[in-house]
């Protein structure tokens, strides 16, 4: 390639420039995968997962506030019947 074409031409300089070469290519190609990646693959789940969460804290805000929710200093008693585990 374009590295071998440019290097010095003593053996151990040669492929010394080159593996320098290589890896500083890959290292650059996984850097912008990377940022590619988080940009458009893994950014769009984040900000629907805060979405939701905003949601749910803004239903569970007006739930409280309407007396259908537990607010604050209340204590939530068990439904009878529903599960094994929450019958004592």
């Not at 080159?18 to 500083?24: K, N, S």
């Not at 940009?39 to 739930?63: E, I």
């Not at 604050?72 to 585990?85: I, N, Q």
Request: glycine residues 14%; proline residues 5%; hydrophobic residues 55%.
């Amino acid at each position: 390639g374009i590295a071998a074409a440019l290097a010095p031409s003593g053996h151990t300089i040669h492929v010394a420039v080159v593996g320098v070469a290589y890896v500083g290519t890959y290292g650059a190609l996984w850097i912008l995968k990377f940022g590619v990646y988080q940009r458009f693959l893994f950014r769009p789940v984040a900000a629907a997962a805060a979405r939701d969460a905003a949601a749910a804290a803004a239903d569970a805000a007006r739930d409280s506030g309407t007396g259908a929710g537990v607010g604050a200093g209340a204590v939530s008693a068990p439904l009878e019947g529903t599960s094994p585990l929450l019958s004592a």
